[in-house]
């Protein structure tokens, strides 16, 4: 079974800019939940997604947004970026009777 | 109360010795605590996990214990190798909750000397 992938690897933007990320689950797999991780803040909970709803968000500004499909497939939006956006964004995939959380590759989005 | 407190910083562990990273949690419900491995340029990936109804979980190398009324959990790997020097992450989550956030501890670097 093929993991979670996620696209692209890397971005580079620049202040202002905006910025998609994109998340596909693990077959079967109805719940992403994105993360932020960065050398000071560690990994930090952004949203999860079940169902095409989003079900919890955590707590960062309103420039970051994200979407599901109906295939469960995930994308998450930055806007106006900020040279703090700079960070590795992770997407995990879960199924909806299983504890587990399985994490992709990750997108390191540098902003300058 | 959300946060999950995580120790050593960094660990240094010679090969064929037991590494051992604790972590400490506030909230008492959270439900379910599992630890990932990250190498470098890769995504975590889940190592093992224990649910509080039970004090020990082990699979091959790695155990984790489990201690309720403390609310201190910890990861023991046994037989340390080279290829587990990476970045070791516990975790807490409030699965009867039904949602899938997970708050992470600060992380632990590990180096197993050969």
């Known amino acids: 079974k093929a993991g979670v992938t996620q696209t692209p690897r890397y971005l580079i933007k620049t202040r202002g800019q905006q910025v998609t990320l994109s998340c596909s689950p693990i077959?079967?797999?109805?719940?992403v939940s994105w993360y932020q991780q960065t050398p000071g803040q560690g990994l930090q909970f952004l949203f999860e997604y079940f169902s095409e709803t989003q079900r919890n968000k955590g707590n960062f500004p309103g420039r970051f947004s994200g979407r599901q499909f109906s295939n469960s497939r995930s994308e998450m939006n930055v806007s106006t970026l900020e040279l703090g956006d700079s960070a590795l964004y992770l997407c995990?995939?879960?199924?909806?009777?299983?504890?587990?959380?399985?994490f992709g590759p990750g997108t390191r989005l540098t902003v300058l | 109360q959300q946060q999950v407190k995580q120790s050593p910083q960094s660990l240094i562990v010679q090969k064929g010795g037991i590494s051992i990273i604790n972590c400490a949690y506030e909230?008492?419900?959270?439900?379910?605590f599992p630890w990932y491995q990250q190498f470098p340029g890769k995504g975590p990936a889940l190592l093992i996990a224990i649910r509080p109804d039970v004090s020990e979980k082990k699979e091959g190398r790695f155990t984790i214990s489990f201690n309720k009324s403390a609310k201190q959990f910890s990861l023991h790997i046994m037989d340390s190798q080279p290829g587990d020097s990476a970045t070791y992450f516990c975790?807490?989550?409030?699965?009867?909750?039904?949602?899938?956030?997970?708050?992470f501890g600060t992380g632990t670097r590990l180096l197993v000397s050969p």
């Open positions: 909230n008492t419900a959270f439900d379910y």
């Open positions: 975790a807490a989550s409030m699965k009867n909750t039904g949602f899938q956030k997970l708050v």
């Open positions: 077959s079967g797999h109805r719940s």
């Open positions: 995990a995939s879960s199924h909806i009777t299983r504890d587990e959380q399985f």
